[in-house]
């Protein structure tokens, strides 16, 4: 499984997964990127529930 994030994560930075460094920077940025995405929807899908019911409670 780790042999193919570091191909997918080489790939998406084009870097060669023959650099020893090249890959220690797609799989940083990799890692980033899906830790970034994570938090974004983890904290729309906390948040939410309480938006809708704020905007509930306004109409009434």
Not at 35 to 53: C, D, M, Q, R
């Amino acid at each position: 499984m780790l042999e193919q994030i570091k191909k997918d994560a080489c790939w998406l930075f084009e870097e060669e997964r023959s650099d020893k460094d090249g890959v220690k920077y797609a799989m940083t940025m990799y890692l980033l990127a899906i830790g970034v995405f994570t938090l974004i929807f983890g904290v729309a899908g906390l948040v939410t529930p309480f938006v809708v019911e704020w905007l509930r409670s306004r109409a009434k």
